[in-house]
Nanobody, 124 residues
């Protein structure tokens, strides 16, 4: 069993940066791929970024690549999402999730564990 708790969200202006954190509890954190997803009001949950268990492989949604950076610290059982040059359309609830097969994929159903999310709001 893995429990995930996101933090770091908030209200910022367009062009600002935020760093989200996701703290995990439970064993074998380094064996899981981790993903960040987001969901805006009235929209489906979408993939943002993912990272393999070792941290050696990352993947980004096209619109986030170059602005967002995913990383992890396995000793601290934490995954991060650094978000730069934020835009109003980045406003959403951001979730972290764990994939037990260590698959860095964009499909939500492959992730068995989810946090409750953290709200990110970007004002124009």
């Amino acid at each position: 069993q893995v429990q995930l708790v996101e933090s770091g969200g908030g209200l910022v202006q367009a062009g600002d940066s935020l760093r989200l954190s996701c703290a995990a509890s439970g064993r074998a954190f380094s064996a899981y791929a981790m993903g960040w997803f987001r969901q805006a009001p009235g929209k489906e949950r979408e993939f943002v970024a993912g990272i393999s268990g070792s941290g050696g492989f990352t993947r980004y949604a096209g619109s986030m690549e170059g602005r967002f950076t995913i990383s992890r610290d396995n000793a601290r059982k934490t995954v991060f999402l650094q978000m730069n040059s934020l835009k109003p359309e980045d406003t959403a609830v951001y979730y972290c999730a764990a994939n037990q097969q260590n698959q860095v994929v964009a499909t939500t159903w492959t992730y068995a564990y989810w946090g409750r999310g953290t709200q990110v709001t970007i004002s124009s």
